[in-house]
């Protein structure tokens, strides 16, 4: 399955919309094991997003793909937050 960064961070509701998942992608906010990426690549199971916000780091783990939103009961079957 062919998903893209933004979508996914989109899909777990990471961000409220896909295009601002790509602005933060693309500014540097949101790395993917902690590389600077571009929103189109792709995630897989296993790797970490990592999420700057403030002087916060935020890391959550990707468990499984999805091809759509979920509700937010079950966001935790898709990501971990570690």
Do not use: C, H
């Not at 571009?38 to 959550?60: C, H, L, M, Q, W």
Request: hydrophobic share 40%; no cysteine.
């Amino acid at each position: 399955m062919a998903l893209r960064l933004d979508k996914y961070i989109w899909s777990v509701r990471l961000a409220k919309t896909r295009s601002q998942a790509s602005e933060s992608i693309s500014k540097g906010k949101i790395k993917l094991n902690n590389l600077q990426v571009k929103p189109s690549r792709e995630p897989k199971a296993g790797d970490v997003i990592y999420f700057f916000k403030n002087t916060a780091t935020y890391s959550f783990k990707v468990i499984q793909l999805l091809d759509k939103r979920v509700g937010a009961k079950l966001v935790e079957q898709y990501v971990i937050d570690i």
